[in-house]
């Protein structure tokens, strides 16, 4: 048991309730007990004074790479949880491209235990829709949910067989999970290593075009819509994939979709001088593409802003623009880039800008938490929201450094992060 903690007088920014005022927030045994204006701490509580600060649900992570096992020297699970907890998240969701892949029940247990043992941040294994991502047949699913799986998805891998993306979320509605998938038509975006456009051209790389993803999204809608599946749509990058979440919505298709801090924020003119730590899988657009990924977030088409979290060590991004890896880390710099790019730039305010990062994803894969409602589990993020501060990879908790945010000027940070009503996260502590 953890006893009780009483949060006093903080500006409680709950969208999951529509609070957005000064309270107190008391968490008794792991649990949220109540959201009040003067509660009473119980005996031997222990007291954090916020005014002045934010009080949220705990945020959540839905899109995690952990490298654990078989790339531990990029990452391990359990200090990508620190790394997660240090950005204020109180629970991520672990993508199963590990070696081996998470394509069993002993590979999410493992996650699983794991993750406790790391005692930060909750972490929820996904596990691979088709045995070894290599999508010729389908993996244990029901196993994998059985053992703690909350999703399903072979994220590294699109899943190109239109029939066994069908048998996948038809079989995944028995367990009400979402099926996840990195859309990306492999035959059109061939040996491309950036975005297909004038930017590509100039540095003499071969690109992608947007219709690679675009054709590969409304295939999974036209699935989601045939089967009444969940489909969840990762690292949203086009104008033209936005719009058609748009459309199936309105359909009634069961879609929900996210945003990276990446794709929000910059675009392909940060691929020069070949900077690999702008290559990335979606790659980074064209300004018209990051304006209607903005726009789809600040109006819900896309309903989560997810890190995409994807450590590599310096070694391997110090190559050749074509020969590096994708990806970026995120963890550390998410909440800051969102403040300070979303929300001080009035692209949405901070309500919006917490649902994406807690109610959005919590109801995506449907997970505890995402509330501050009586009765959820006592996960709290702490935030000032006018703390300026610099991005300095090396004092990240990951492993990696690999963020093109380094020495960027931020505004806005965790203090704490509480899990289960116990800090995991103190600044400067």
Not at 59 to 66: C, F, G, K, S
Not at 245 to 253: D, E, H, T
Not at 340 to 354: A, K
Not at 411 to 418: E, M, P, V
Request: glycine content about 14%; proline content about 6%; aromatic content about 4%.
């Amino acid at each position: 048991m953890s006893g009780a903690l009483l949060i006093r007088g903080g500006r409680v920014v709950d969208p999951s309730q529509s609070i957005d005022e000064i309270r107190d927030v008391l968490v008794v045994d792991g649990v949220l007990a109540e959201v009040a204006q003067g509660i009473d701490p119980p005996e031997g509580a222990r007291e954090i004074e916020a005014k002045g600060l934010v009080v949220t649900p705990g945020l959540i992570d839905v899109h995690v790479h952990l490298r654990e096992p078989g790339g531990e020297h990029k990452e391990t699970i359990a200090t990508g949880a620190r790394a997660a907890a240090a950005g204020g998240f109180t629970a991520v969701c672990a993508m199963p491209n590990t070696d081996p892949v998470v394509d069993d029940p002993a590979g999410v247990g493992f996650v699983l235990a794991q993750g406790v043992a790391a005692g930060a941040a909750r972490v929820y294994p996904v596990g691979a829709i088709s045995v070894g991502q290599e999508g010729k047949r389908l993996a244990a699913i029901g196993e994998m949910v059985g053992a703690g799986a909350v999703g399903i998805t072979d994220d590294g891998n699109p899943v190109m067989d239109s029939g066994l993306m069908r048998r996948a979320m038809e079989y995944a509605q028995a367990f009400d999970i979402p099926v996840a998938d990195h859309p990306e038509d492999l035959g059109l975006s061939g040996v491309g290593v950036m975005n297909e456009g004038l930017v590509a051209t100039r540095l003499g790389l071969h690109g992608k075009p947007n219709a690679s993803e675009d054709v590969h999204i409304v295939r999974d809608l036209m699935l989601a819509d045939l089967t009444g599946g969940r489909i969840h749509l990762q690292h949203v990058s086009t104008a033209y994939g936005v719009e058609a979440i748009r459309l199936a919505k309105a359909r009634g298709v069961r879609v929900t979709a996210e945003a990276t801090p990446h794709h929000l924020i910059l675009t392909d003119e940060r691929v020069e001088g070949f900077d690999t730590h702008a290559k990335m899988n979606p790659p980074l657009r064209s300004s018209e593409d990051r304006e209607a990924v903005r726009e789809g977030l600040a109006d819900g088409t896309l309903d989560v802003f997810a890190t995409d979290h994807a450590p590599h060590h310096y070694d391997e991004k110090e190559q050749a623009f074509a020969d590096a890896p994708n990806g970026i880390v995120g963890l550390e710099t998410a909440l800051g880039l969102g403040l300070t790019h979303l929300v001080g730039e009035g692209l949405i305010d901070l309500p919006t800008l917490i649902h994406r990062m807690s109610v959005g994803p919590a109801d995506a894969f449907g997970l505890p938490g995402g509330t501050l409602a009586p009765g959820s589990p006592g996960d709290v993020t702490i935030i000032d929201p006018e703390e300026a501060w610099t991005v300095d990879r090396e004092v990240f908790l990951s492993k990696s450094h690999n963020t093109p945010f380094h020495g960027w000027e931020l505004k806005g940070r965790a203090l704490f992060t509480i899990v289960g009503g116990v800090v995991v996260w103190q600044a400067g502590a």
